[in-house]
Every structure is written in structure tokens, then in C-alpha cells.
């Protein structure tokens, strides 16, 4: 597979996995600046590419030990998570709870926890946004979802019904 590719485009793809940005990946692997984009856009084009990158992650997830339900145990604390597991209202003051009473789940959702300059505790817990996305992705619920119906089985009102319901009603 790599025989395929030359040295340039190779190192374009170990470029690119490291931060998936395309438009740099081309840079650091030697094409122009002004062309990088384009240059990206073209390559994660080609199967050649595809293929190799596909190779290359099959190589980084044996290296890490890394497995898909790891990650999506990760993800799927951050979006459990919710900010009463870690503070509650003492009358007129929001109090931390100890952080020997969290789980091991609770604790996978904290980002960051530090004192800003005025002698304040700041407490950040990863954002939910970026994880439904990645959730989404890794679980396919993004994709187009295929469904294949034998229109020849189905009597001319349950198709009339069928296309009444597809079409919007403005049409």
C-alpha cells in the first residue's frame, strides 16, 4: 500500500494524523503554503490515501492499546455528567462536595480544577457540545440511514400514505 503512495503523499499522511489538519499537514510535509488546502483536499481525495491513513490507525490503535469502548466510556461520562454531582447550594454559598465522595465516572469529566489569581477555585467540567458530536460520529448517528422498501408488496394506499407523509404539505 504505501509502495503505492510516493515518499511526499506518505508523509502527508503521518502528518495528518497527528492533528487532522489537512491545510497543515500538507505544509509539514513539504507542499507550498499558498496550494496546502488544495493540496489536502486532493489527497484525502484519493483511495491511495484513504487506505494508507485506514493502515496507519489500524498501526497507532495496536501501539495504544486504545479500544472504541474505552472512548466511548470516556464520552460518555463527560455527557453524564452534570454540575450538581460536584456542588451544591449551602443556603447562601455554592459549596464543593468532597472529592473523595466521586466516582471514577464523575471524576473522567472534570477538565480542569485551579485557582485563578484572586485566590478563587475555578472548576471546569469538559464540554458537552464537542462530545455529542464525537458520540454521534463513533456510533454512526450522523450517517445517512439506508432502507430499502419493496414498493411492489404495498397496496396504492399505504403508498399514497407513504408519499403524503414524504412531500411537505406546502408543495
Request: aromatic share 8%; charged share 30%.
Amino acid at each position: 500500500m504505501k509502495g503505492k503512495l510516493t515518499p511526499k503523499q506518505a508523509e502527508f499522511c503521518n502528518q495528518f494524523l497527528l492533528d487532522l489538519n489537512g491545510k497543515q499537514a500538507a505544509i509539514r510535509s513539504g507542499y507550498s503554503p499558498k496550494t496546502a488546502e488544495f493540496q489536502a483536499a486532493r489527497l484525502l481525495r484519493k483511495d491511495k490515501v484513504q487506505q494508507y491513513l485506514t493502515t496507519l490507525q489500524a498501526k497507532a490503535r495496536e501501539l495504544t492499546d486504545i479500544t472504541k469502548e474505552e472512548i466511548l466510556s470516556e464520552l460518555a461520562a463527560i455527557l453524564r455528567a452534570k454540575i450538581t454531582d460536584y456542588l451544591h447550594f449551602n443556603g447562601h454559598q455554592i459549596v464543593f462536595k468532597s472529592f473523595d465522595k466521586l466516582t471514577e465516572t464523575q471524576i473522567k469529566a472534570i477538565e480542569s480544577i485551579k485557582e485563578n489569581r484572586h485566590g478563587e477555585i475555578e472548576f471546569r467540567l469538559h464540554g458537552k457540545s464537542w462530545t455529542i458530536d464525537r458520540i454521534c460520529k463513533i456510533l454512526g448517528f450522523d450517517s445517512s440511514q439506508d432502507f430499502n422498501v419493496n414498493l411492489e408488496k404495498l397496496d396504492e394506499s399505504t403508498i399514497d400514505a407513504i408519499i403524503e407523509r414524504l412531500i411537505p404539505k406546502n408543495q
